[in-house]
């Protein structure tokens, strides 16, 4: 059951990227231009000052919130058992960051566009949180039993990400369980592809 806490952040979630929405709609409607502070506010029935206690700019409405957040990524991993291969322990951590991040998949199609209409709204989106994300969890899956160096722990990591991303386009393509796509996606890296 949820506490009152994590009910209130449900909510606020839920208002931010229902903000983002109207957002990148307004955006893809009537241009970038036409995406003012203002006009994204009185579309989502919130005020201006509302707004900014969600985003810091219009920028930050403009981009899809990730489905993950480093810090999550990196408690996941840090309560898996530590003599728990790292294989395994990267597959359970993508099966639960690819369960939670279904539903903001399914919403991300006017986002890609946006993106792909102005590229440099898809590099603020990226590389922050990109490289902090590779940066902790190469860190932890290096201290990992069956972690064998530098390079096997990156191709780990990027693996282990291709699969969760690769298995969660794919449900949302035919939709079947995402968590019996990453067990396949898993199996076939293991296997060598």
């Known amino acids: 059951m949820e506490s009152p806490q994590e009910r209130r952040?449900?909510?606020?979630?839920?208002?931010?990227?229902?903000?983002?929405?109207?957002?990148?709609?307004?955006?893809?409607?009537?241009?970038?231009?036409a995406a003012t502070v203002e006009a994204i506010s009185a579309a989502a029935d919130i005020s201006p000052?509302?707004?900014?206690?969600?985003f810091g700019s219009k920028e930050d409405a403009l981009v899809m919130e990730p489905a993950w957040?480093?810090?999550?990524?990196?408690?996941?991993?840090?309560r898996r058992p530590e003599d728990e291969p790292v294989f395994r322990s990267l597959q359970a951590v993508m099966k639960e960051v690819g369960v939670r991040s279904l539903p903001l998949w399914a919403d991300m199609q006017p986002f890609m566009e946006l993106q792909n209409r102005h590229p440099e709204l898809a590099v603020r989106a990226r590389a922050a949180?990109?490289?902090?994300?590779?940066?902790?969890?190469?860190?932890l899956v290096r201290s990992r039993p069956g972690a064998r160096g530098g390079l096997h722990a990156?191709?780990?990591?990027?693996?282990?990400f291709g699969a969760m991303i690769s298995a969660v386009q794919e449900s949302l393509e035919t939709g079947e369980?995402?968590?019996?796509?990453?067990?396949?996606?898993?199996?076939?890296?293991e296997q060598g592809l």
Do not use: H
């Open 154 to 160: 990156r191709l780990l990591v990027v693996g282990s």
């Open 69 to 78: 957040r480093p810090e999550d990524l990196m408690e996941l991993l840090r």
């Open 9 to 33: 952040e449900r909510r606020r979630a839920e208002k931010r990227q229902a903000v983002r929405r109207v957002a990148v709609r307004i955006a893809l409607d009537d241009g970038l231009e």
């Open 129 to 139: 949180d990109q490289a902090k994300v590779m940066e902790m969890t190469l860190a």
């Open 49 to 54: 000052r509302t707004f900014f206690n969600y």
């Open 177 to 189: 369980p995402v968590e019996e796509l990453l067990d396949q996606a898993f199996a076939l890296l």
